[in-house]
């Protein structure tokens, strides 16, 4: 008996130094999983190891997860509950239930990523997606990042205290401020610097809680093995900083996308610059800490100016006053369209500098740059533009490509992968399997790729949900995210929309009647998948697909009946048009993550005052229609972020189409019709406060039925 409990005294003094360690993964555990609480044990690895690596083996009735990092620990979690219990979370639902005794390892397994980096989020993402995100929210977020993997990730929020410290010091007004922070649904932009001020004012109680949620984040980002990266000082200055001191240095940048006044540039060269970082980076320290290593900022993004700017010289002094307060950090800069220019990158110090390839999912940057000059850089996929919601992707190329990168001459430069999208909601399986690839998984057997993903996303394996998914790889899943045409419901009514965006594509470049196949095969496995929350947003996510491609076909039979003349035909095709946005609305009303209410609730519970409440859900409404600004109908972004959302559809969608066919039915009639000022109509909108929904009503399998009958006449 004696040396029994000798034995337990010393398991448990090698053990308590680990549990301690891996204490945070624990509490995850408990938030997420509760029916691993006791179950699971952390051990720190011996095993040496070129990147982080975890072994999972059983012991007794535990799982042992033996992990390099917190990281890797929180990742082993994620391993196991996909390959054992077959249990997954994502942003479309999640697959998870109580089990009372743990599925076996029967033999040790061991798992690691020659990747230092595992990165994640676009400045876009902190609108497009966390506009209005509460501490709850970032709970659940930060977990999801954890568990898979993320070690390295984008934090801007709470900038806007910085800068309202700066400037109160500056000599600015307090209105003057205000002018200058953008609104809750705009931050990303301003932060990059296309714009200043659009979206506001915000108040001193938003201002705060900016800056109080973000010590919050940055807390548990590091407790669960995260690093954040923070916003630099860039020299990016109000427009009106050359104004109040005309002796400096600034070049104006002119105007971005449709008419945004973008920040000024400030010469690092100028002392107003040195006193300003001095004061940026005193003021970052005091609210979010000494210990940052990674800091985010782009100059000259999407454009801008360098007149009268040595670029290499400004680049250096900037780098070296980031050093200055912050020893041995690392500029992260973007790949994306020229930036960052070559120049600039010559004035840099390469060890201190990453770069994140944005695009890898359809372009070979890290390639054609030659590891970007030669320059440490991440394999980035976007895979979600402006939040639309839009099954579309190239999988195959998510899970093959960056292990090509890695082996290939540029190899040596590529110190990670990253997921980069500006909304991180819409399909959660490219996201999944893009951060999978890091571990060396899933790699290129795409039938055993979604084999596997099939049994922990919805629980099980099912041969007919097996089938559909093929079809979805040979077609939607199959091509670039910029080759899938935007829902035309979604489109500012014209007689000759195309592309229902700017930017978007104006066709579907895949079959369109393989995911019409896919969504029968499902609907056929629909008995077995019965209360699956996962398998009900995929179904009800499909569903949607093959309407709105269903929609494009019919609006151009649609118009050219109606520039034939052809009334009957023209009459047809219009009520039917119709038929389908409302079918289209009542399908996606079944399902909150596809119902407008509940990203209105969520901007109104944001706010503080009532005012507060007001200006967020106008941030909310005016970001997913006209985005801005007030003054231009022809806005280069109205659309951009289209929502094909239950709710919308029903509501603004309908009524705009509405509109537009009352004026073509006049016109046929041979009596006047006045233009329809869908502008008007939009702001309009985007100043409503009316409710919707947020509770799915309906049967999805009867709305699901009504779509394969209509489209099958």
């Known amino acids: 008996m004696k040396k029994i409990f000798t034995l337990m005294i010393a398991c448990m003094a090698f053990s308590l130094p680990h549990a301690q360690e891996y204490s945070q993964v624990q509490q995850l555990i408990n938030r997420q999983f509760p029916f691993l609480k006791g179950k699971v044990q952390f051990r720190k690895t011996t095993i040496k190891d070129k990147g982080d690596t975890f072994r999972l083996y059983q012991h007794g009735r535990s799982l042992v997860i033996e992990a390099s990092t917190v990281s890797a620990a929180a990742y082993g979690v994620n391993y196991y509950l996909k390959n054992y219990a077959h249990m997954s979370l994502s942003h479309y639902g999640d697959n998870v239930r109580a089990i009372t005794q743990l599925p076996a390892v029967t033999d040790t397994v061991s798992v690691n990523t020659p990747f230092q980096i595992r990165y994640a989020l676009n400045y876009c993402t902190y609108n497009y997606t966390y506009s209005?995100?509460?501490?709850?929210?970032?709970?659940?977020?930060?977990?999801?990042?954890?568990?898979?993997?993320?070690n390295t990730m984008l934090a801007p929020i709470g900038t806007e205290k910085i800068w309202q410290k700066m400037l109160t010091s500056l000599g600015y007004t307090d209105s003057e401020i205000r002018a200058y922070i953008p609104g809750p649904g705009f931050n990303a932009w301003w932060l990059m610097g296309n714009m200043e001020g659009w979206g506001g004012p915000v108040s001193d109680g938003m201002i705060n809680k900016w800056g109080l949620l973000q010590q919050k984040i940055i807390k548990r980002m590091k407790e669960l093995g995260i690093q954040p990266v923070l916003q630099a000082f860039t020299g990016l200055v109000p427009d009106n900083l050359a104004v109040k001191y005309p002796k400096a240095k600034i070049v104006r940048q002119g105007k971005w996308a449709g008419g945004f006044q973008r920040p000024a540039f400030l010469a690092p060269s100028d002392s107003l610059f040195i006193k300003m970082a001095r004061q940026y980076y005193t003021e970052m320290q005091t609210l979010y800490g000494k210990d940052i290593q990674y800091f985010g900022g782009d100059l000259f993004h999407e454009g801008g100016k360098a007149t009268g700017i040595d670029v290499p010289e400004a680049a250096g002094d900037i780098q070296k006053i980031m050093q200055q307060y912050y020893p041995g950090s690392i500029w992260v800069l973007q790949g994306w369209q020229d930036n960052p220019r070559k120049e600039l990158l010559a004035g840099l110090k390469k060890e201190n500098v990453l770069i994140l390839d944005l695009k890898g999912e359809e372009f070979n940057e890290w390639e054609s740059r030659n590891g970007?000059?030669?320059?440490?850089?991440?394999?980035?996929?976007?895979?979600?533009?402006?939040?639309?919601?839009?099954?579309?992707?190239?999988?195959?190329?998510?899970?093959?490509?960056?292990?090509?990168?890695?082996?290939?001459?540029?190899?040596?430069?590529?110190?990670?992968?990253?997921?980069?999208?500006?909304?991180?909601?819409?399909?959660?399986?490219?996201?999944?399997?893009?951060?999978?690839?890091?571990?060396?998984?899933?790699?290129?057997?795409?039938?055993?790729?979604?084999?596997?993903?099939?049994?922990?996303?919805?629980?099980?394996?099912?041969?007919?949900?097996?089938?559909?998914?093929?079809?979805?790889?040979?077609?939607?899943?199959?091509?670039?995210?910029?080759?899938?045409?935007?829902?035309?419901?979604?489109?500012?009514?014209?007689?000759?929309?195309?592309?229902?965006?700017?930017?978007?594509?104006?066709?579907?470049?895949?079959?369109?009647?393989?995911?019409?196949?896919?969504?029968?095969?499902?609907?056929?496995?629909?008995?077995?998948?019965?209360?699956?929350?996962?398998?009900?947003?995929?179904?009800?996510d499909l569903a949607r697909q093959v309407m709105s491609n269903q929609g494009r076909v019919v609006y151009v039979d649609c118009m050219k009946a109606y520039k034939a003349k052809d009334i009957k035909a023209y009459q047809k095709w219009r009520d039917l048009f119709l038929q389908m946005i409302r079918l289209q609305n009542e399908l996606l009303n079944t399902e909150p993550n596809f119902m407008l209410g509940t990203w209105l609730k969520q901007a109104r519970a944001f706010g503080i005052t009532p005012d507060d409440k007001k200006l967020c859900e106008w941030n909310a409404r005016a970001?997913?229609?006209?985005?801005?600004?007030?003054?231009?109908?022809?806005?280069?972004?109205?659309?951009?972020?289209?929502?094909?959302?239950?709710?919308?559809?029903?509501?603004?969608?309908?009524?705009?189409?509405?509109?537009?066919?009352?004026?073509?039915?006049?016109?046929?009639?041979?009596?006047?019709?006045?233009?329809?000022?869908?502008?008007?109509?939009?702001?309009?909108?985007a100043r409503q406060q009316n409710a919707y929904p947020t509770k799915g009503t309906g049967n999805f399998l009867t709305e699901a039925d009504r779509v394969i009958k209509l489209i099958s006449q």
């Open 132 to 150: 209005f995100y509460n501490w709850n929210d970032w709970e659940r977020e930060l977990d999801w990042m954890a568990l898979n993997g993320i």
């Open 372 to 540: 970007f000059e030669g320059t440490p850089y991440i394999w980035g996929s976007v895979n979600d533009w402006g939040g639309k919601i839009t099954m579309i992707g190239d999988l195959k190329r998510l899970v093959t490509e960056p292990q090509r990168a890695y082996r290939s001459p540029q190899g040596k430069w590529m110190k990670g992968i990253g997921i980069i999208p500006e909304s991180i909601t819409a399909n959660p399986v490219a996201f999944d399997l893009a951060l999978q690839t890091a571990w060396s998984e899933p790699g290129a057997d795409m039938d055993n790729v979604i084999k596997r993903y099939i049994s922990y996303r919805y629980g099980a394996y099912n041969k007919d949900v097996y089938e559909g998914w093929k079809l979805l790889l040979n077609s939607l899943y199959g091509v670039p995210d910029s080759k899938g045409a935007e829902a035309i419901f979604c489109a500012r009514p014209s007689e000759n929309v195309t592309n229902t965006s700017t930017w978007g594509s104006d066709s579907t470049q895949y079959d369109a009647q393989k995911p019409v196949q896919a969504l029968r095969l499902f609907r056929k496995a629909a008995v077995q998948f019965q209360g699956s929350v996962t398998f009900k947003v995929d179904m009800v």
């Open 623 to 685: 970001q997913i229609t006209y985005w801005g600004p007030d003054y231009n109908p022809k806005t280069d972004l109205h659309e951009y972020a289209n929502k094909e959302w239950g709710g919308m559809l029903g509501s603004f969608y309908l009524h705009r189409w509405q509109m537009f066919f009352n004026e073509l039915d006049s016109r046929l009639k041979g009596q006047r019709s006045k233009t329809v000022d869908y502008f008007t109509v939009e702001k309009n909108w």
